[in-house]
């Protein structure tokens, strides 16, 4: 009864529309329970949406760049001619449409004189002039090495006209004197050497002095597959007598422990049909891969030798034209990638035929230290430490890689690793010899 | 809903409705089952945004797989680590996690790079039903009148003319062995992609 006395004074202060039947505590108390639980709920469950929202996009991003990379990987990886290549800069008398420029010729093809057993490159019988006579294997070794694969022997005598060909049957193909109408004589060539040109082989050239030769890899075609043009090594020497790029000062032979590099080119192939590449086609995107390792000091130490390299794992693109433009890297941090790219290890396999399998050159491993997101084109650290090169003699020539590489959810910092396992579709330990 | 009559001072009498308890609580309780139905939804677009990325990397695994059978078929070769089109075969499978695989597949000594790789758990390889079987495959052509590849008059094979005579001229001996077409599925918790390629066992050249 004091009850209802006190709920009908409660009410009786309220307005009209308020005074309905009135809710006990404990109804209230369930009552507002319930909707804060509901309201837990919903926020437990929109939390969790909005993070699975959000790691799904990081997720996506993560996959779709692993498919990139995956894609950039095989192009660069799978369509290699890996050799052992030599760092050196591309000079050469003259690029198409330059001046000539005999202060960036590499002194390799200017090393006139004597050294060794080298033959001239610059003054009489040099192999870089047109001098005339050529004699003997000089003459050879000059066809041979600038004009082999760039003419075609059997219309030699059709391009007498334009100094191109033959000049009478008997002569060697492409005989050095009969270029004479491109260059008055003692000029000096100026035409961009071929990607393989050849001298090779000891007939005459002592000791075994092998830069890799036209017939080796497809010719010199210009065409694909085609290594560094620039290196002047010999992989199918049974031998493993590598000959390397003399550095200015050294003596003939090169250092018993050359330091090499390992250039491997893949060609944009939407641009290029296999056998219509021209050097002057800006269309033309050459990627490249490099790996270099520390160089031993030479002794003694050669006085223009390059800075010892750190070693490195770069990506760069490249127009052909003018070689070497600003590089962009494929996995740009600010481009594909953003910061999720966190590491990444590469290890090539050589294919043992003894053993009729791949065995990981683990001791080539490259191993990239933990990235801060920033561009793969940099630094890599080689782990352990080691001045190997990539490729070295007993024709342990890459054939296969395994890359791994940790890609991070921008959103979460989730890392996840994604692996592939590149095989290099050219063999050139299989290419014919000669 | 209720109606209470309600008598406040001078008797006034004035009746108001409201909900019972369990009223409120069925209607809580429908509106929690609609929540559930949206975040149902939610998750559901989670779930195929997620077999998306299980497609695109089934398909970086098949071709793997592909580059890694193509560079080991050898013929030639003494089996082991080459592989040889009769290693081929429907029911041949393998593990791309765990590195493992039936046969002449797992004499290849070197893990798959996928090993243990978490984002790789649980996606298996078979080759299908659909396989042509060992050097049991031959393309075939139709001619430009006649693109119905459904109809097998059709369709000849690669060393037929079109009178379905020998292509090959007896005097050049046999022909080429055929192809092996395979059928490749990769699996992952009972939700299978299927790929196709096609081998010769000739092999990359060592």
């Known amino acids: 009864m004091a009850n209802d006395t006190a709920r009908r004074m409660v009410i009786s202060v309220l307005p009209p529309f308020l005074r309905g039947r009135g809710y006990t505590l404990i109804e209230i108390m369930v009552v507002a329970a319930i909707s804060l639980l509901l309201l837990s709920i919903v926020a437990v469950i929109y939390n969790g949406a909005l ?48 001046p000539g420029m005999p202060a960036d010729i590499d002194s390799w093809y200017l090393n006139a004189g004597s050294t060794g057993n ?53 002569n060697m193909p492409y005989n050095m004197s009969d270029w004479s109408n491109i260059k008055q004589y003692g000029s000096l060539r100026g035409w961009w050497m ?73 060609e944009n192939r939407t641009f290029n049909s296999p056998r219509t590449m021209a050097l002057d086609n800006s269309n033309i995107v050459l990627v490249s891969m490099k790996f270099s390792y520390n160089q031993a000091v030479p002794n003694p130490l050669p006085p223009l030798h390059p800075t010892p390299e750190t070693t490195q794992l770069s990506f760069l693109r490249h127009a052909i034209v003018g070689f070497d433009l600003p590089s962009q890297g ?105 | 809903m209720i109606t209470v009559e309600v008598r406040d001072r001078g008797s006034e009498v004035r009746t108001t409705k409201g909900f019972t308890l369990f009223e409120t609580l069925v209607a809580m309780f429908v509106m929690l089952v609609g929540l559930l139905g949206v ?31 193509r560079f080991r078929l050898n013929d030639s070769k003494p089996s082991g680590y080459f592989l040889h089109s009769i290693d081929l075969v429907q029911g041949a499978s393998g593990d791309f996690f765990q590195s493992t695989a039936s046969g002449n597949f797992n004499a290849d000594p070197n893990k798959l790079p996928t090993y243990q790789k978490k984002v790789y758990q649980g996606f298996l390889w078979q080759i299908g039903p659909g396989s042509s079987g060992p050097n049991n495959y031959k393309p075939q052509w139709v001619t430009l009148g006649a693109l119905d590849l459904t109809n097998p008059a059709n369709l000849r094979n690669w060393d037929q003319r079109l009178d379905n005579a020998n292509i090959i001229a007896a005097s050049m001996g046999s022909a080429p062995a055929n192809l092996t077409q395979v059928e490749l599925i990769v699996t992952r918790a009972g939700r299978s992609y299927r790929f196709n390629y096609v081998f010769s066992g000739v092999g990359v050249r060592y």
């Open chain 1, 118 to 170: 080298l033959p001239p490159k610059t003054g009489p019988n040099g192999w870089m002039e047109n001098e005339n006579p050529l004699i003997g294997a000089n003459k050879l070794l000059l066809d041979q090495m600038f004009s082999y694969a760039q003419y075609d022997q059997c219309s030699g005598s059709l391009m007498n006209s334009t100094g191109m060909g033959r000049v009478a049957a008997g």
């Open chain 1, 330 to 434: 494929l996995l740009r941090s600010d481009e594909t990638t953003g910061s999720m790219l966190r590491a990444i290890r590469i290890t090539p396999y050589y294919f043992d035929s003894a053993a009729n399998g791949l065995i990981p050159m683990g001791d080539r491993e490259l191993n990239s230290t933990l990235m801060n997101g920033a561009s793969v084109t940099g630094s890599i650290v080689q782990q352990p430490p080691s001045s190997l090169p990539l490729s070295d003699p007993g024709f342990k020539v890459p054939r296969a890689f395994d890359v791994e590489y940790v890609l991070r959810n921008p959103y979460t910092f989730t890392r996840y690793t994604f692996a592939l396992r590149v095989y290099c579709q050219i063999d050139p330990l299989a290419l014919p010899v000669n």
């Open chain 2, 39 to 69: 975040t149902s939804m939610f998750n559901s677009g989670m779930k195929s945004r997620v077999l998306a990325e299980e497609i695109v990397l089934s398909q970086e695994l098949a071709n793997m797989w592909a580059d890694w059978v």
């Open chain 1, 51 to 98: 993070k699975i929202y959000e790691e799904s996009q990081g997720l996506s991003l993560v996959y779709e760049t692993s498919r990139l990379i995956n894609s950039d990987i095989r192009n660069t990886f799978g369509y290699v001619v890996p050799v052992p290549g030599n760092w050196i800069d591309p000079k050469t008398y003259n690029f198409p449409g330059q």
């Open chain 1, 194 to 266: 071929p990607a393989f040109f050849g001298k090779r082989t000891p007939i005459v050239v002592n000791p075994p002095n092998y830069i890799m030769q036209s017939k080796d890899v497809n010719a010199g075609s210009w065409g694909w597959p085609r290594a560094d043009y620039r290196m002047n090594i010999d992989i199918d020497n049974g031998s493993g007598n590598y000959v390397y790029k003399q550095q200015p000062g050294d003596t003939f032979p090169a250092p018993a422990t050359p330091v090499i590099c390992c250039w491997f080119y893949a």
